[in-house]
């Protein structure tokens, strides 16, 4: 059971590393710019797959962060402050925050109150984007630079800046991987299992969840300092409830619980974006059946296919 | 003599316009076993979820231990020394039954707030939830899938998540409901065992099952506690007979 899913690992892992060097070979940077949109939206899924998948907090408001981390990225640069050693830690803090606020307001709730509730405060964050105009409003503003990090690492460099999002998302892996077999994720996954009777063997579970969501919020937050850094311009959308819903698609596809799976969900799910919107802007036409048949079929998402279900 | 470790007064719930307790007052004394009977919806599982903590009552106080801890959530009522079984069984189904037990360990063993180091290598969650499963009598099925187990094996490992924490206070809520002769006899067997060590608030149907495990008997019809007593007192009381146990005492 186990080797299938280290050799989809392993594999996963190398062709993401030589993906700069074929670009290179074949002379087509497209490859590695929408790699590493891949890989930043992937940080965001594996983010969203901890308190989903593993916790079970149907969270309906995951691209707020991705907002709050990008505008902790804009709005200092706005200032003329561009050093990433304060965009980036800020970007991280303020998405913590904001996910502390929301989490402890909506995990009182659950089921569709929760969906509802975390919806609604992403919501609220995408109108508080488009209504300040100093900040670009709903155009958003322009990155005049990346973050700058000294001489050491120049984001400029498509090839650095790819190798800072892949470190990143192999870092987070890594680190997802311990934690939800610690004890920390054997309650959060025991929460989401059945809460009523983690209480009754004597958890105190919302401070574990709010943990959980604080940490999946601080993530995604990250993920949306690199996705304004990629696209070197702010815009609200990036909190739009369609972002959520991608981000959630991402996770569902690739399979939820899986922690790697949502990786390959957000590669799917982007090249099927990237592919079929040149067709036809109603691309969504295909993956809304696949969606389906991944639902019905396959309770463990494209990984689980592909990896068996360890 | 001492105060009762569990001491219950005036305990009231209502849903709706349903009172489903109806000033229940309680004492069940260290080291004792008290039996809960009563017909269907007389309110003895709604009784069990307001003493664990995960209900509240809408009146009424409930003491332990020389504490009021009327206002205390599950999770602290389990720290004080709580235990509960589920009526309707109530499992970590997706992980083995190991892990079931050693969660209730681990509730119990500090925090957890630790994100490094793997709790499935913690002796110190293992090697007691191991003896818990042992005790219980599933050391055989430790790796099983809680979920996969049987019937009877997963009411035994409701039993061993309830031990595991170490509790004074044991409130089972039909332990033996949907257990074949032989599960149940196990089962019997097993909680004679807990009988004098811990303190039991037991509901059930099966008289024989009250009857060879309880130290006094309390009958509960609509949200009331209509009798208390020794089981002979029980079984010979005209109210008892007529309220409830009727043809099904065969005395
Ligand atoms: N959450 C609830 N909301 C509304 N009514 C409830 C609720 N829980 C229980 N009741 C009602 O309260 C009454 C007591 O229910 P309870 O489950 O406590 O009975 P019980 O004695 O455990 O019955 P049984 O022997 O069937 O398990 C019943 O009429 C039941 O329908
Ligand atoms: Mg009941």
Not at chain 1, 19 to 30: G, H, K, M, S
Not at chain 1, 62 to 83: C, E
Request: net charge positive.
């Amino acid at each position: 059971m186990r080797t299938p899913r280290t050799l989809a690992l392993a594999v996963g892992f190398v062709a993401l590393a030589l993906v700069p060097v074929v670009a290179a070979a074949l002379n087509q940077p497209f490859y590695l710019d929408l790699v590493r949109r891949i890989m930043i939206f992937a940080i965001a899924a594996v983010s969203l797959d901890l308190i989903l998948g593993f916790g079970g907090m149907v969270s309906f408001g995951h691209a707020a962060y991705l907002g709050v981390g990008a505008y902790a990225v804009a709005i200092p640069a706005f200032y003329g402050v561009h050093s990433g050693f304060v965009q980036w830690p800020l970007a991280v803090g303020l998405s913590a925050l904001v996910a502390l606020v929301i989490g402890t307001l909506s995990l009182r709730t659950s089921g569709v109150y929760f969906i509802m509730i975390t919806l609604a405060f992403a919501q609220m964050l995408y109108y508080l984007g488009i209504s300040i105009n100093a900040w670009g409003a709903d155009d958003g503003m322009r990155l005049a630079r990346r973050s700058q990090f000294g001489g050491a690492v120049d984001l400029g460099n498509p090839y650095v800046f790819y190798y800072v999002v892949f470190g990143l998302l192999v870092l987070l892996l890594w680190l997802g991987h311990r934690l939800i077999h610690a004890r920390f994720g054997m309650v959060i996954r025991a929460a989401r299992s059945n809460e009523p009777r983690l209480r009754a063997v004597g958890f105190a579970t919302f401070r574990y969840k709010l943990a959980a969501f604080v940490l999946a919020g601080a993530a995604c937050g990250l993920a949306g300092a690199l996705l304004t850094n990629q696209t070197e311009y702010l815009t609200p959308s990036y909190m739009h409830w369609t972002r959520s819903g991608d981000i959630m698609v991402m996770v569902i596809l690739g399979g939820m619980g899986t922690l790697f799976g949502p990786v390959l969900g957000a590669i799917v799910f982007l090249l099927l974006e990237d592919v079929l919107a040149a067709w036809t802007v109603h691309w969504q036409v295909v993956l809304g059946p696949l969606l389906v048949l991944i639902v019905l079929y396959a309770r463990r998402g494209l990984w689980g296919l592909l990896a068996g279900r360890g | 003599m001492a105060e009762p470790l569990l001491s219950v007064r005036g305990l009231r719930k209502r849903f709706g316009g349903l009172v489903a307790t109806d000033g229940v007052d309680l004492d069940v004394a260290e080291g004792e076993t008290l039996a809960v009977i009563g017909p269907n919806g007389a309110g003895k599982t709604t009784l069990i979820a307001q003493l664990s903590g995960d209900l509240a009552p809408d009146a009424g106080t409930i003491r332990f231990a020389g504490e009021d801890v009327t206002a205390l959530p599950a999770p602290e009522r389990s720290g004080r020394g709580f235990a509960r079984s589920f009526q309707v069984t109530s499992i970590f189904r997706e992980f083995s039954a190991l892990d079931n037990v050693a969660l209730a360990v681990q509730a119990h063993a500090g925090h957890s707030f630790r994100f490094w180091r793997r709790a499935r290598e913690e002796r110190a969650l293992r090697e007691p939830a191991r003896a818990v499963l042992a005790q219980v009598g599933l050391a055989a099925r430790a790796d099983v899938e809680a979920g996969a187990l049987a019937h009877g094996e997963q009411r035994q490992l409701e039993i061993a998540m309830a031990l595991a924490t170490r509790p004074r206070l044991l409130l089972l809520d039909e332990p033996v409901a949907g257990m074949g002769i032989d599960e149940s006899q196990r089962m019997v067997a097993l909680l004679r065992t807990l009988r004098g060590r811990h303190t039991i608030v037991l509901v059930e149907h099966d008289m024989d099952v009250v009857f060879a495990l309880a130290d006094r008997i309390s009958v509960m019809v609509y949200g009331r506690v209509i009798a208390t007593g020794a089981p002979e007192a029980i079984r010979g009381n005209a109210e008892v007979r007529r309220a409830y146990l009727g043809e099904e005492v065969r005395a």
